[in-house]
């Protein structure tokens, strides 16, 4: 297959090792979804590190691809906005355009070039954003059990979705149309005359969630605390 090295004016590179001729365009969204809206990686404080992101589009489908795409970070507007090197990612915009997709296996930082990776890509078309995490920590970031400011999931207003992991696998999607903060504790023991009839616990404890949020506030967990169970009668 012949290689595509293309490198763009505004620091943007895309490497594709293509097995047909095709033609790609890329433009720029001026307006992007912001940055704090991030899913498929735990932590948060994330913030958008371009003005714009970055659109390609291929003149037909191509998913057999060996490409990897990279965005040019300023070292000087990480220090600014606390962002270490190594939280630096390219996001892809959701099929659902609500949040910046990170997978953290395929990102990769250059730093003697001061760029950012997505490698072992197939496909290219999407839409692509430069993003920060405002962390010491670097990789992934899980939250901790009970209450106190480094135990509390801050979340931001709007339309996009933000997710928090907790250190068991418990993962929080979140939307809301207002900021608010939230708390999970693990009491002891679970109250079984609380559930539902015909379910048993799996767990030998159960999560309790506390929040400033309004009750209309959409917010899904992703690990169940109970399964129903069948009833034989006489």
Known sequence: MARTDQDFVD???LDIFSPSNRTLVVTNNTSPLPGTFV????????????RYSWIVKF??????????????????????HGVDVSNTYVGTLAR????????????????TENKTR???MTSLDGEYMLLGRKSEDIANIFV???????????VTAGAGIQEAEYIDGLRF?????????????????????ALPAGTIPLNSFTWVVNTTAASDTEVAAE???YEKVSRQTA
């Open 11 to 13: 620091g943007l590179a």
């Open 39 to 50: 899913t498929s990686s735990s932590g948060e404080g994330f913030v958008s590190l371009s």
């Open 59 to 80: 003149n037909e489908t191509a998913d057999d691809l060996i490409a990897k795409i990279e965005l040019p970070y300023d070292p000087a507007l990480l220090k600014m």
């Open 96 to 111: 659902d355009r609500k949040s910046w997709v990170i997978s953290e296996s395929q990102r990769n930082v250059h730093v």
């Open 118 to 120: 997505i490698i072992k």
């Open 144 to 154: 901790q059990y009970g209450q106190g400011p480094t135990r509390t999931v801050n």
């Open 173 to 193: 999607s979140i939307k809301s149309a207002k900021p608010f903060m939230m708390n999970v504790d693990i009491p002891f023991g679970v109250n079984e005359t």
């Open 223 to 225: 690990r169940n605390l």
